[in-house]
């Protein structure tokens, strides 16, 4: 115990860079999620086509595979085109690499929400003259919100389990911090399952949050089908 509580400090500093790193790549995924869902609804086959292909793609690879891809292989690509030493730092490649996987997961989500939107409302809606920015914030955007909100509860878990295979290239996050000071107490089991309570706790956390945002969404449905 008193040889964690002596490198408490270095992994105070891994957790606030992994709950950076899972945030970070929430938001950008969240974002790049609904971008793909747009094209994938969308009725023009050069937007469709390649999208479907490109998040099916990101689908079928496992990612630890995409973590090294985006840092080493885009590193390499770029400097082999440009003069001089590009390196992308852990982080910005671990929140890239990140950000793509949960939003292919995403974009599917979405994609099954905003299908799920009864199309008679869509009409009523431009019946009563509603603008398609109108339509789409007050009508499906809500309604595709709360129908994906379990799902996106669960890749948010997933996501923030996987910033610890940001280690590998680097990252000093909380797994890599605990490494570290692993190898140098020579107590891999405490340090180890320390990480393992610690993103337990983050996970315990996380669940009242979406509980909340759940019933949040719903309310407002509850009472129009009363």
Known sequence: ??????????????????????????????VLGLLFTACKLSSLPLLRVPVHFFTS????????LIILICYFGLSNLINEHLDGAFEISPFVGGVFALSIVF?????????GGFVAVPAGQIEAA????????QIFFSIQLPQAW??????????????????SLVSVVGLEDLLKKADMAAQFSKQPFVFFMAVAVIYFLFLSVSN???????????????????
């Open 208 to 226: 009242p949050v979406f509980a909340w945002l759940e019933t949040r969404a719903n309310r407002g449905y509850r009472v129009a089908g009363a």
């Open 126 to 133: 431009k019946a009563y003259g509603l603008t398609r920015n």
């Open 146 to 163: 709360r129908i994906a909100l379990p799902s996106l509860s669960n890749l948010w878990q997933s996501l923030l389990k996987d910033t």
């Open 57 to 64: 793609l990101l689908r079928g690879i496992p990612e630890f």
């Open 103 to 111: 939003s292919a997961y995403a974009s599917e989500v979405f994609r």
């Open 1 to 30: 115990m008193e040889v964690l509580i002596s490198y408490s400090g270095q992994l105070l500093q891994g957790a606030l860079i992994t709950l950076q790193l899972a945030f970070t790549a929430l938001f950008f995924g969240l």
